[in-house]
Structure formats: structure tokens, C-alpha cells
């Protein structure tokens, strides 16, 4: 299975996990159906709670959306980073590749400001047609 990991602000998300549905394998990324103001919506309630930013992470909320994620962050054998993405989802291929899993990586358009630490990944992307292209190489016999 391939974790599709992105913002949540990134309308690519979803039409990228279709596609690759579309070629028979099967991609997770029903964590997308929050929308796009969810994490706004959390520390707006947080925030009108008086809480803390550290106080907000120890809430049940937290601990429910990030158990979610965790079940299926470890169920993946591919994590597939879509960009633009924030910190969440850098962490997120960060731990993929660091359980000895594949993580691959999407560019959006060719890096203004390079980064060497993407070499952690297998694999990057240029575009959507490359990935679909490798996916098919690799995962459909």
C-alpha cells in the first residue's frame, strides 16, 4: 500500500491517490477528508479553550487523528510525499523511509532552493506522469 502523504491544502492529493488506484494499487489518503481548514479549525477550538499548543497535543483530538495516521503510516510499504507539503508530511516520509520503507517524493516544479536531505528517498519525481509511470514498472506485474 502507498501512503499518500501531503497537505492538506493540496487539491493534487486526492487526484493523485486516484490515480494510482486506477492502476490496480492500492493507495491510502482518506486522512484528506478532513479538509482543508482542519488544522485551523483544531487550534481555533484549542485556542478558544485556553489552552496551549502543548496542552492541545496531549488532547484526545491529537491523540485520535495522530493514532489514525500512525496505523497507517505502518501499514505502508511505500510512503509518496505530493508537494507542496508542510512539516507534518516531511515528518511523515521522514518516518516511512526511517522503518526501512520506500518513501518517494513528487516535486511540484523543479526546487528554487535545493536540498540535499531528499536523497533520503528512493526516488523523486519531476511529474505525475513519471511516478505513474515507475508505480506501474514496480508494483503491476
Known amino acids: 500500500m502507498i501512503y499518500v502523504i501531503g497537505s492538506l491544502r493540496n487539491p493534487k492529493v486526492p487526484i493523485i491517490a486516484s490515480n494510482i488506484r486506477s492502476l490496480g494499487i492500492e493507495a491510502f489518503d482518506d486522512w484528506y477528508a478532513a479538509g ?5 479549525k483544531w487550534q481555533e477550538y484549542e485556542m478558544g479553550r485556553k489552552n496551549s499548543y502543548r496542552a492541545a497535543l496531549d488532547g484526545w483530538h491529537a491523540h485520535h487523528v495522530f493514532s489514525f495516521d500512525y496505523i497507517h ?8 510525499l505530493v508537494l507542496p507539503a508542510g512539516k507534518s508530511g516531511h ?6 523511509i526511517g522503518r526501512g520503507k520506500r518513501g518517494l517524493i513528487l516535486l511540484d ?3 528554487e ?16 506522469q513519471d511516478l505513474l509511470a515507475y508505480l506501474q514498472k514496480e508494483y503491476c506485474h
Do not use: C, H, T, W
Open 36 to 40: 482543508p481548514e482542519a488544522d485551523d
Open 113 to 128: 532552493r535545493y536540498d540535499i536531505m531528499y536523497n533520503f528517498a528512493q526516488e523523486i519525481f519531476l511529474s505525475e
Open 109 to 111: 516544479k523543479e526546487p
Open 91 to 96: 515528518l511523515e516520509l521522514g518516518y516511512v
Open 73 to 80: 503510516l505502518d501499514r505502508a510499504d511505500v510512503g509518496l
